[in-house]
T-cell receptor, first 112, second 116 residues
Framework: DAKTTQPPSMDCAEGRAANLPCNHSTISGNEYVYWYRQIHSQGPQYIIHGLKNNETNEMASLIITEDRKSSTLILPHATLRDTAVYYCIVRVFNDRDDKIIFGKGTRLHILP | DTGVSQDPRHKITKRGQNVTFRCDPISEHNRLYWYRQTLGQGPEFLTYFQNEAQLEKSRLLSDRFSAERPKGSFSTLEIQRTEQGDSAMYLC??????????????FGPGTRLTVL
């Protein structure tokens, strides 16, 4: 089972910041938080990941709480093309177990 | 475009037929993964390879499913005697196992299978 909890859907007005929450209260010290998104009928697209520090790239920012039990993905200026299902994932890397366990994600609707 | 390609993009077949899908990973990636996604659900892990070696198989991968990666480059996923329940999107991903923690998996566009 997925180790994260996300709201099933959210709306955001175009041009505003979209803040997508994720709870991962059982995260272990060596587990990373990853975010992917999936636009309709396409493969999942990697967005960002982090361990304990906040991260930012050209797509988004990832804010991880100090206790690491929750995080927020921020899309700073949402556009209609950001309409997608967003998956928050926790995973640990080791040589034998490298699969991603997806939950149902959050369906983000960007409203014009 | 992530650099992971899959062929075909769509496949319609009749129940009982065999189908084969191909995945070409990012060229320098040594790990390759297969996932399956049904409508309204997140992708589910099927199997993964490191180079030629198949390191893990999900219990979802029944005896009718077989995956190969003979030269450690492209991979094929074959489904024998297809059933209507096999209708899904089949996704391939690749990553580079460098020994560092949590190497990112990059996904292809998927192959959508419809079994009539």
């Amino acid at each position: 089972d997925a180790k994260t909890t996300q709201p099933p859907s959210m709306d955001c007005a175009e041009g505003r910041a979209a803040n997508l929450p994720c709870n991962h209260s059982t995260i272990s010290g060596n587990e990373y938080v990853y975010w992917y998104r999936q636009i309709h009928s396409q493969g999942p697209q990697y967005i960002i990941h982090g361990l304990k520090n906040n991260e930012t790239n050209e797509m988004a920012s990832l804010i991880i709480t100090e206790d690491r039990k929750s995080s927020t993905l921020i899309l700073p200026h949402a556009t209609l093309r950001d309409t997608a299902v967003y998956y928050c994932i926790v995973r640990v890397f080791n040589d034998r177990d490298d699969k991603i366990i997806f939950g149902k994600g959050t369906r983000l609707h960007i409203l014009p | 475009d992530t650099g992971v390609s899959q062929d075909p993009r769509h496949k319609i077949t009749k129940r009982g037929q065999n189908v084969t899908f191909r995945c070409d990973p990012i060229s320098e990636h040594n790990r390759l993964y297969w996932y399956r996604q049904t409508l309204g659900q997140g992708p589910e892990f099927l199997t993964y390879f490191q180079n030629e070696a198949q390191l893990e198989k999900s219990r979802l991968l029944s005896d009718r499913f077989s995956a190969e990666r003979p030269k450690g480059s492209f991979s094929t996923l074959e489904i024998q005697r297809t059933e209507q329940g096999d209708s899904a999107m089949y996704l391939c991903a690749s990553s580079s196992s460098s020994g560092r923690a949590a190497d990112t998996q990059y996904f292809g566009p998927g192959t959508r299978l419809t079994v009539l």
